[in-house]
């Protein structure tokens, strides 16, 4: 059987939702026969959504709203995928200093556009960044919340390798 490949597509400032996006990967890398591609937004292109079996979709929280490359990323590959992913499994990670709900709203809805299958809640992992000083620094997830982005990956793997999506 061919092997099925898991696309990762994240953007990071400050580390935090890189650290949750590499955390998918390895979850998912334990996964024999599933390969795992874990491009920032930017590489992200068109032959590559398509091209994939399932998603994991990381992003922070920018200004109440998906981060800008993300959203630049969805922008790029929005109408050259329509129509072509109906079905695929998806989860998303958010990493967000206090809410990111409408980061959430947002990313959840242009999978749905998508017509990508959710197959796990959005998890938000919140850094409790809030003066700029924080929101600036570096960030290091915790354990717990990297063992749960590790879970996302190997659930989401799991799915492909059975071949149950
Ligand atoms: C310009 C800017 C705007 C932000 N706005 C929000 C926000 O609206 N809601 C929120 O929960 N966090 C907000 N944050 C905090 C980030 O989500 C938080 O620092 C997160 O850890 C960033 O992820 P990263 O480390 O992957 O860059 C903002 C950060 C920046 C730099």
Known sequence: ?????LLIVYHSMTGGTAQ???????????????QVRLLRAPEAQPDDVLAADGYVFATPENL???AG???????????AALDRLNGRPYAALVCAGSDGQNAVRQLERIATGWRLRQVAPTLIVCTHAQTPEAILRPKQIGAAD????REVGAAL???LALGVY
């Not at 949750?20 to 599933?34: K, L, N, P, R, S």
């Open 1 to 5: 059987m061919n092997p099925k490949t």
């Open 20 to 34: 949750m996006a590499q955390a998918a990967a390895e979850g998912a890398g334990d996964e024999a026969g599933v």
């Open 64 to 66: 109440a709203a998906m």
């Open 69 to 79: 490359l993300m959203k630049d990323f969805f922008d790029r590959c929005y109408y």
């Open 146 to 149: 990297l063992a749960q982005c």
């Open 157 to 159: 793997a799991a799915g």
